[in-house]
């Protein structure tokens, strides 16, 4: 199935290839193919390789092979540690500054200062703003994030997350200090050089969209429509992992499960009203339900 653009949808699914694909990336999978194809849109598989100390080189073709077990396909393969130049041209553009503080140190300046860390993740409080620090030592990118209220709309949910990244964030490492580009930058870069129109991944990135807006609009790159879905959970509730234990998509391949089984419990987990066994052409006109469900309820904005 060879998508014909002719919605002008064009969607990916961007797997990092640092393990082997569990029932939650597969659904996430699904999800994102059925989105680009139900309405004839192009589909895209991007590896996001960056953090090669995290990377399996066996990844990327069992990946692939459980892709294409499922019944996904898509038009275009794209490996982010190939495109490294377009990434250190994006950060070439905007204003940034080297960064060479230490964890530590810019832990203690956090609770030196007044504003100590209120939500789960600390806020860079510009420790290297104006001068680096320990100019031996390697130094991290840090862009410096512009004084704005920044706000992400998710189209699914109708939720709309508003914030201030310089107070709730702040600036934003762009490359470590060991060179690796990180990854708000390269999802921003390469879903505007794909002219990705819809990104639908994990409820996890949420809460840094806003961050990934705030670049697009530095950049002049233009915003994509977000579709966050659930994360699949295990029997206890909780969040499926490649680290975590979760069984790999293959274990069950190799044991002899069916795909249109696993497609039909996917299906199922998502509330979705299906027989045992499923083809993704079936799933298609639940997702189009789904999704015009979605867009009629949408409240005026
Ligand atoms: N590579 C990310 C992951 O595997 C997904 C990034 C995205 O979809 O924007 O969780």
Redesign the pocket.
Known sequence: MTGSGETGVVG?????PTGAMHLG?ARTALLAWLHSRARGGRHLLRF?DLDTGRVRPWAYDLTRRDLEWLGLDWDEEITQSRRLELYRDAAARLETYPCTCTRREIRDAIHASAGAPHGEEPVYPGTCREAPRNPDRPAALRWRIPAAQVCAHDALSGRTLCQDLCAEVGDLVLRRNDGVYA?HLA?VVDDAASGVTD?L??E??WTATPRQVALQGALGLPTPRYLHVPLMTGYRGERLAKRGGAPPLSALREAGESAARIRAELARSLGWPVPDEVSVSELLPLWVAEWARVEGVRPCR
């Open positions: 990916r699914f961007a797997p990092s990336n996001e990854y999802v990104v991944r994990g996890d990135l």
